[in-house]
């Protein structure tokens, strides 16, 4: 199936922060949004448990792996995202909030079977 290509939607930027669109760049000339224009990514690593090498080229970043060879940024994201969503780094203070767990709290015991199409998709 034939789908035409739209003026403006061939090539959009999204903040690897936030998901919005990029309209801005960072010190590190990576594309983000207004809000993530001070802060910065930390360094990423491989699959295989080396550091990537942030590039910058004709299409955009892109990562290098010593082992891997390149790897492109959605990818080293999607290797990252936990890492990434616990501590972006500003350059700007933030507001934190504390949250406290209640004291008697008890924990559950869940027992899961292969049959249960709940947690298997």
């Known amino acids: 199936m034939y789908i035409p290509k739209r003026y403006g939607q061939s090539k959009i930027d999204k903040c690897p922060f ?3 669109q990029a309209i801005a ?3 590190q000339e990576v594309p983000v949004c207004q809000e993530h224009k001070d802060s910065s990514l930390k360094d990423l690593k491989c699959a295989c448990g080396s550091y990537l090498d942030m590039k910058n080229g004709k299409f955009g970043v892109f990562f290098t792996c010593i082992n891997c060879g390149i790897v492109n940024m959605k990818k080293a994201l999607e290797i990252n995202e936990g890492d990434l969503a616990k501590e972006p780094v500003y350059k700007t203070q933030t507001k934190t909030k504390s949250i406290s767990k209640p004291a008697n709290s008890e924990r559950k015991e869940i027992t899961v079977s292969s049959d249960d199409p709940m947690f298997f998709d």
Do not use: F, P, R
């Open 18 to 20: 936030c998901g919005k």
């Open 25 to 27: 760049k960072n010190s």
